[in-house]
């Protein structure tokens, strides 16, 4: 099946529309990126993880061979204490019936992929799973490569093939789309505080201006 670029509304990620998988943010696989500065890769995701959660996006962990490439990253894991992730041996994770079904019991056709390493682990299950019809965006600063190379070739290949590249603050800022909703906007600004450097900061001063002007009745 082939897929296309799409353009147009329909073409934004909503917290309705989509699902996040996140593959193999462990030590081990960190201990080779060398596309980005790792403690960067590890805020990043855990950005990326609480994101998905403040939107109620289903999220899938999923990691490979763990009990020698070591345990999700705790920042990660702690904002799903309750879920297991999906452990394997395939590289390809899209070759695991477990998470092709975790994603399938979603019902959501937009799947946004984050992964270490991305000329591998997130290449392959992305190129695979647009094969069978997902419209794929990859996280490209929750991901990295083994060199800036690496990175670079799996992201050009990956948007030749019809995937769209994504950071994880431009996620935040689509799913959040209006200012004037409000509902989860108290968690969405700590977030880009603690994970967002100066945007984080600019927010809180927004939001301070904000509660200021309310409470002179402005």
């Known amino acids: 099946m082939q897929t296309f670029t799409k353009v147009g509304l329909d073409a934004l ?3 309705d529309n989509c699902v996040l998988l996140l593959i193999d943010h462990q030590p081990f696989q960190l201990a080779n990126v060398n596309s980005h500065e790792p403690t960067m890769v590890i805020n990043n995701v855990t950005g990326l993880a ?6 109620n996006i289903p999220t899938i962990l999923t990691t490979v061979t ?6 999700i990253f705790k920042t990660v894991q702690d904002v799903f204490p309750n879920q297991k992730p999906i452990n394997r041996t395939y590289i390809n994770a899209w070759e695991d019936k ?10 959501r056709n937009k799947l946004v992929i984050a992964a270490l390493w991305s000329e591998m682990c997130l290449a392959m299950p992305a190129i695979h799973s647009m094969g069978d019809g997902y419209d794929v965006y990859v996280v490209t600063d929750a991901s990295g490569g083994v060199s ?5 070739m799996a992201i050009r290949r990956l948007v030749a093939a019809g995937a769209q590249p994504i950071t ?3 996620m935040a800022g689509e799913l959040q789309r209006d ?24 927010l809180a001063w927004e939001m301070q201006l904000l509660r200021a002007s309310e409470v002179k009745g402005v």
Do not use: M
């Open 13 to 15: 990620l909503t917290p």
């Open 50 to 55: 609480k994101t998905a959660k403040a939107f």
């Open 66 to 71: 763990e009990e020698r490439g070591g345990v």
């Open 98 to 107: 477990r998470v092709v079904d975790a994603v399938k019991k979603t019902g």
């Open 148 to 152: 800036a190379e690496a990175h670079d």
């Open 168 to 170: 994880w603050l431009a």
């Open 179 to 202: 200012w004037a909703r409000t509902e989860r906007l108290g968690e969405v600004a700590q977030i880009l505080s603690d994970h967002a450097g100066a945007s984080g900061s600019v």
